[in-house]
């Protein structure tokens, strides 16, 4: 995300990158969605739920456009330059028979690089890896560009701001209620405080600040290296990430299913909105990584079919995770990680299980902390960088890990309040990165293509919202998000 034309990798099926595709959206996100879902309200919820996805999916097949578009200028300006080295070399050649019998071969393939229709479909074929921050270096102006890495830097410190949260807290649970109930977790009527005791004179919130230090010191040195998550590693950690889902669905429908459910959601509670909208922007995020994800499907055909087809899955497992959690627990027990509801022994008698799911986001967010750091740090690099400079040595190895590392810890230090963290991050640098940069690439990559190739210009992978209506109303709807949010936040202060 550093803002190159980078390899387009190894190719795959197009089932194949509907999974991929499926693991990047369900994340974190799903975990924190429960929570949000009983303080709205089951059926406001269910409906913000669909229209974001919608919105998500929208603005999924506006950044496909801009990579055909981005795709079709980059091999536009080869073979034009293609078209001026043949131009050279026929100006240079004498009339020598056998120099006419090369120039005549050349002319024979010529056709294939730059005689080829303006607008040709074949122009707009996705096969270079052209990441979102090139494609806003070809369409934006510099300060759209600034803007634009801004708000990508910005989702990532909320990104690292709710991991470094999250693992120590998901710790700080599972020790803390181990020692005090004998391994059996929390109970389902206790309600903890921060400042309650959990190892001797520790409290609580004394344990989490030191699960944050040792998981900064284990973890934050990765940002002053180069790391990148290996296939095997991204296998073990789906696979684990799943186990997990399908347990706890199956164990909330089994308890729901013997008269054990607890929850009774409301209709509607509008005070929820502002958490249910941020956890729901976040959990449809993947924009940002469309092009390393899409570029390597061997055949792009059906490409929107199958991402309409993702997202009508995904959609399906949110409702499916939150409904069955509303439903099983009541909603003032329900915890920030969903995971903890079930290291308790009334809901799930196998120890080993127990420990499994509380612990299981420290296992898979501790795989995804180093990557998302060097990703930060990189696009603080570009942000800066001027063609043809270098970095001092302090510079680029010290103070750009530093600054990456520093500002997220600090955050998780004050508060473990994941839903706030999810639903700022998804409320504003989200909102941001999953509708407004999408909404103006696909708008000047229209304008761009049209000045280079023509009026009558065939995008094969244009978007079905083609019309200009709906550009504007993705962004109408961005800035409605934003006012909101922004009024309930202020709002719910001055009540305070």
Request: aromatic share 14%.
């Amino acid at each position: 995300m550093a803002g190159e034309i980078t390899e387009t990798g190894e190719l795959y099926s197009p089932y194949v990158g509907l999974v991929y595709m499926f693991n990047l959206i369900v994340g974190t996100g799903a975990l924190t969605m429960p929570k949000a879902f009983a303080s709205a309200g089951w059926l406001v919820s269910l409906v913000l739920l669909v229209f974001l996805g919608f919105m998500s999916f929208v603005t999924t097949t506006f950044v496909v456009e801009a990579m055909a578009a981005a795709n079709a200028q980059l091999r536009w300006k080869r073979m034009e330059n293609h078209q001026k080295e043949d131009d050279e070399d026929s100006s240079t050649a004498s009339d020598s028979d056998s120099l006419l019998q090369d120039s005549h071969e050349r002319a024979e393939k010529r056709p294939i690089l730059s005689v080829q229709r303006r607008g040709s479909p074949n122009l707009f074929e996705i096969t270079d890896r052209v990441e979102m921050g090139q494609m806003a270096s070809m369409f934006f102006n510099k300060v759209g560009v600034n803007l634009f890495y801004f708000c990508i830097i910005i989702y990532l410190y909320g990104d690292l701001a709710i991991y470094a949260a999250a693992v120590p807290f998901s710790l700080m649970q599972v020790s803390c209620s181990a020692v005090d109930n004998d391994s059996c977790g929390v109970e389902a009527d206790t309600n903890y405080n921060d400042t309650d005791r959990c190892w001797g004179p520790l409290r609580r919130v004394d344990v989490y600040h030191i699960y944050l230090a040792i998981f900064t010191l284990l973890l934050g040195p990765f940002a002053f290296f180069d790391v990148q998550k290996t296939k095997y590693l991204q296998i073990l950690t789906s696979l684990m990430r799943w186990i997990a889902f399908a347990i706890m669905i199956a164990l909330a429908l089994v308890r729901i299913g013997r008269g054990q459910g607890a929850g009774r959601p409301p209709l509607a509670d509008f005070s929820g909105v502002r958490n249910l909208f941020g956890v729901c922007v976040y959990s449809f995020m993947c924009q940002h990584s469309l092009p390393s994800l899409l570029t390597p499907v061997s055949s792009k055909r059906r490409l929107t079919r199958l991402v309409l087809l993702d997202y009508v899955l995904i959609l399906a497992f949110y409702g499916l995770l939150s409904f069955t959690a509303i439903f099983c627990f009541r909603g003032d027990s329900l915890l920030d990680m969903y995971t903890l509801n079930f290291a308790r022994c009334d809901v799930v008698g196998v120890a080993a299980v127990r420990f499994f799911l509380g612990l299981f986001p420290v296992f898979t967010i501790s795989t995804n902390f180093p990557i998302i750091a060097v990703t930060l740090r990189n696009n603080w690099k570009t942000l800066f960088h001027r063609e043809g400079g270098t970095y001092p040595w302090v510079v680029a190895r010290v103070v750009f890990p530093a600054i990456t590392l520093m500002p997220p810890v600090l955050v998780a230090f004050c508060t473990h309040d994941l839903e706030s963290l999810v639903g700022i991050t998804g409320a504003y640098a989200g909102t941001g990165i999953q509708y407004v940069v999408p909404a103006f690439l696909v708008y000047h990559c229209r304008k761009d293509t049209q000045l280079a190739f023509g009026h009558g210009t065939l995008n094969k992978h244009r978007s079905p919202f083609r019309h200009t209506f709906w550009v504007g109303f993705v962004l109408l709807w961005a800035f409605s998000c934003f006012v909101f949010v922004t009024a309930n936040i202020v709002l719910n202060e001055t009540k305070l």
